[in-house]
């Protein structure tokens, strides 16, 4: 597996209070992103991080809030959990840009929100 | 609105046998077009993947198909195996590795 270790791996909450996952490398990957995955749906993109402090929306980013303060650390926090907010996470890591480079993809952290 | 759209959504298959994905796509931007294997409680797993100007692509047991005219691809996984039972997804590049990901594909390859 390449080094990305998300935390936690499972976590209960409830509506309304504020959650955060982690994903951290070893790779000292450029490019860092969050993926959520629900059955019918695939992976959605939910926001990604192209350096330090730089960050963007992706296709389901409504929310969610991201952070970006050192190369290894890529923060995914839901300010008010919602029931639809239930899913599986993954955080994935590019080392380039370009077009035929591998994302590599955390285990996921499994999120329920009741 | 999916952006590629995939099927079937569950496959079996007997051992032995040819298994077979397929994907289709509309944005003619996409430039990199990558199957991904996921095992239950994993993240998912690049398989292999195609550039647009190839239209065919083999590893070991594992062929991607592409058709641009069509905007279509498809995996083809040669004398599928019990351990090939995976969901299987298609994906495509939209720029700076943000991918689109097909629905998934929930393959059981029957011993």
């Known amino acids: 597996d390449a080094g990305i270790t998300q935390s936690p791996r499972h976590k209960v909450t409830e509506t309304g209070t504020p959650v955060t996952l982690r994903c951290h490398q070893t790779e000292n990957h450029r490019y860092m992103y969050w993926y959520r995955q629900d059955p019918g749906h695939g992976l959605r993109l939910i926001h990604y991080?192209?350096?330090?402090?730089?960050?963007d929306k992706g296709e389901v980013s409504d929310g969610y809030s991201v952070s970006r303060s050192k190369t290894e650390d890529f923060l995914l926090t839901l300010e008010s959990a919602t029931s639809s907010q239930t899913s599986v996470y993954f955080c994935?890591?590019?080392?380039?840009?370009?077009?035929?480079?591998?994302?590599?993809f955390g285990q996921g952290t499994r999120l329920t929100v009741v | 609105q999916q952006q590629v759209k995939q099927s079937p959504q569950s496959l079996i298959v007997q051992k032995g046998g040819i298994s077979i994905i397929n994907c289709a796509y509309e944005?003619?931007?996409?430039?990199?077009f990558p199957w991904y294997q996921q095992f239950p409680g994993k993240g998912p797993a690049l398989l292999i993947a195609i550039r647009p100007d190839v239209s065919e692509k083999k590893e070991g047991r594992f062929t991607i198909s592409f058709n641009k005219s069509a905007k279509q691809f498809s995996l083809h996984i040669m004398d599928s195996q019990p351990g090939d039972s995976a969901t299987y997804f298609c994906a495509a590049n939209t720029g700076f590795q943000k991918l689109v990901f097909g629905t998934g594909t929930r393959l059981l390859v029957s011993p």
């Open positions: 944005n003619t931007a996409f430039d990199y």
């Open positions: 991080s192209y350096g330090v402090k730089d960050t």
């Open positions: 994935a890591i590019s080392e380039s840009k370009a077009a035929y480079t591998e994302a590599f």
